[in-house]
């Protein structure tokens, strides 16, 4: 037995469509049926699904990562360090998306998009694949953004002059900041007037990750 036999039985056994166990596990529908038809589309292949798909797989069916390795067959391949497919769940008045995790108000952190659970924005988006929530740390964006605040992000590689946004430095380093845009640098501006502004120029390199949308009292964990 694969994975997508195995998913398939436990589906049909417990009368859940693809989108109802897709939106357990976290995963998208279309990656669950590819699990399924063991076809991967890009090559026409046999799926190799990553380790962490087992764990999301494990949450959705409510059994243990162990247990699911060991009915498998030996022939089962598995990447490693690749992440899943993951999805942007709807509902009726609300959309979910997936908090993929921590970015500190500062300088000195360097960004791990794990995913850890879901939050509800209420309106609705219509490209919400490129929407995700991370959760603040430190304080140099108070008192606007707090410890512990969930900002909703748009997955975007430009903004506007101004506005605050989600940036990686030297590809080690996430930070959300007021982006300032000069001729020749950029300026990465907190609100807390304790840590000055931070000059960007063409000898440093950096990526924008995408503009801060909204932002959400602590704690909201879905």
Known sequence: M???DLIKEYRLHNGLS???????????????????????????KPIAP???TVKYISKGMGISIEDILKVLDDEQEFKINEDAPKCNLTTENKQVLP?????????????????TGYVNIDK?????????????T????????????????HRQ????????????????????????????????KSFNSYYPPKKLDKNIK?????????????KVFE
């Open 206 to 218: 950096f990526t924008i990750i995408g503009k801060v949308t909204e932002a959400r009292i602590s």
């Open 50 to 52: 990553t380790l962490d």
């Open 18 to 44: 693809l989108r109802d166990f897709a939106q357990r596990c976290g995963l998208s529908h279309t990656y669950i049926s590819a699990l399924e038809k063991n076809i991967d589309s890009r090559t026409g």
């Open 2 to 4: 694969i994975l997508g």
């Open 138 to 153: 430190g304080d140099s964006m108070q008192p606007v953004l707090y410890e512990d605040d969930i900002v909703i992000v």
């Open 99 to 115: 908090i993929l995790g921590t970015v500190k108000a500062g300088y000195d952190y360097l960004a791990q998009e794990n995913w």
């Open 157 to 188: 590689n430009d903004i506007e002059s101004g506005q605050i946004g989600i940036i990686l430095v030297n590809n080690d380093e996430a930070t959300v900041k007021r982006i300032v845009k000069h001729n020749d640098y950029i300026e990465l």
């Open 124 to 136: 609705k988006v219509s490209d919400p694949e490129n929407y995700f929530a991370l959760k603040i």
